[in-house]
């Protein structure tokens, strides 16, 4: 049972990776997302890029069984994420980014329409969006990200900003 503030926020954010809302996170909801973000960004699944991304979806649902499937059934449950995962990584979200880095190194390659290595703020919105980010926040946040106020967002801001966002409360 989720008891804390802490807690509550963090479940909260179990829906973000439970793609298809059935109450649980496994490796098809990883799937689902990169195959949202591929068909936002009007990307073929067979494509390096594409590939990147499926590749990278498999390394982060790895990561994240490793963590958090405490029953080894390939499904985690929202207890099994605040009680396993969070909790493990709370203290390090250092940890978490390492897990996630494949999969989003891959997503802001396919976002990266410009080839520079960043991602622009409209389509950095355009992912948060897809992974279920509410539309009125989704700019909200990608403009955050944006530190410098360059109009564009590197790999390592999206990161730690991710990681942050699914281990520390605030």
Known sequence: MVTS???RRIAARFAGFDQ???GYIDREDFSAAAK???AEFDTAARSDRGQALY????AFWQGMAGIADRDG???ITREEFVNSAVKRLRDNPERFAEIA???LHAALA???TAGDGTVGVDNTARVLTVLGVAENLAGQVAGALDTDEDGRIGEEEIVLA???YFTVPE
Do not use: H
């Open 5 to 7: 503030e802490y807690e």
């Open 20 to 22: 298809d809302g059935n």
């Open 36 to 38: 949202a973000l591929l």
């Open 55 to 58: 590749v990278g979806a498999e």
């Open 73 to 75: 059934d390939q499904r």
């Open 101 to 103: 880095r494949p999969f």
């Open 110 to 112: 396919v976002a990266d």
């Open 162 to 164: 991710f990681a942050r």
